[in-house]
């Protein structure tokens, strides 16, 4: 730990269901681990990650880890939600509003939520009411993008930024690499009012 900082916790949960377009999200794990390992505070980071998260691993993996960040990396539906794993590995949904209603049960822990997730704007727009931070995607995003977005978001993180400030790291990160898909990701801030 630097200058009395305290550690945040990453907590990374990724699926990739049988039956769905395969994503490179072990790259993206990758690039995030490299970007925090790079950083200048990678001692205040603490980084987990669970892949092929079924629905039943969602609160337990929140609940064990009580991470500051949550971050999603998988397949998005729009409304119908976001896709994980059910126990035989196929797709199952889970609804903006049951990921509103987990998350306002851990707000006092999390503060940012990533939906790394094409069109995952609803279920930003619902976790927005009870986490400080929430990043999505307005549209389909690429892996490239999605994994550069990624690695300029933790590397900003780990270099000390703000929230709202590593989310313009992100899109630079796309933007500098001329992917073209920098106005997809998106950041909600929590009304303090």
Same mark, same amino acid.
């Given at each position: 730990?630097?200058?009395?900082?305290? #550690?945040?916790?990453?907590?990374?949960?990724?699926? !990739? @269901?049988?039956?769905?377009?395969?994503?490179?999200?072990? &790259?993206?794990? /990758?690039?995030? /681990?490299?970007?925090? +390992?790079?950083?200048? !505070? =990678?001692?205040?980071?603490?980084l987990v990650i669970a892949t092929a998260v =079924?629905? $039943?691993?969602? &609160? &337990?993996?929140i609940l064990y880890n009580r991470p500051q960040?949550?971050? *999603?990396?998988?397949?998005?539906?729009?409304?119908?939600?976001?896709? *994980?794993?059910?126990? !035989?590995? /196929?797709?199952? @949904? #889970?609804?903006?509003?049951?990921?509103?209603?987990? *998350?306002?049960?851990?707000?006092?822990?999390?503060?940012?939520?990533?939906?790394?997730?094409?069109?995952?704007?609803?279920?930003?727009?619902?976790?927005? !009411? /009870?986490?400080?931070? #929430?990043?999505?995607?307005? +549209?389909?995003?690429?892996?490239?993008?999605?994994?550069?977005?990624? =690695?300029? *978001?933790?590397?900003?993180?780990?270099?000390?930024?703000?929230?709202?400030?590593?989310?313009?790291?992100?899109?630079?990160?796309?933007?500098?690499?001329?992917?073209?898909?920098?106005?997809? @990701?998106?950041? $909600?801030?929590?009304?303090?009012?």
């Amino acid at each position: 730990m630097i200058h009395g900082q305290s #550690v945040k916790k990453i907590l990374i949960l990724s699926a !990739n @269901p049988l039956g769905t377009d395969r994503l490179r999200l072990d &790259q993206e794990v /990758r690039e995030i /681990r490299e970007a925090i +390992q790079k950083s200048r !505070n =990678r001692e205040n980071i603490d980084l987990v990650i669970a892949t092929a998260v =079924r629905t $039943k691993d969602i &609160q &337990q993996e929140i609940l064990y880890n009580r991470p500051q960040i949550v971050h *999603f990396c998988g397949h998005g539906a729009g409304n119908q939600g976001l896709i *994980f794993e059910d126990i !035989n590995g /196929r797709a199952k @949904p #889970v609804t903006t509003e049951a990921l509103a209603t987990l *998350f306002g049960l851990c707000a006092n822990y999390v503060e940012c939520v990533v939906l790394n997730a094409c069109y995952s704007i609803s279920q930003a727009e619902g976790i927005a !009411n /009870r986490i400080k931070y #929430v990043a999505a995607m307005r +549209q389909e995003l690429g892996d490239k993008a999605a994994i550069e977005y990624s =690695r300029g *978001f933790y590397f900003a993180i780990a270099s000390g930024e703000a929230y709202d400030i590593a989310h313009e790291y992100g899109r630079s990160a796309i933007q500098i690499e001329g992917l073209g898909e920098e106005m997809t @990701p998106i950041i $909600k801030k929590k009304d303090l009012d």
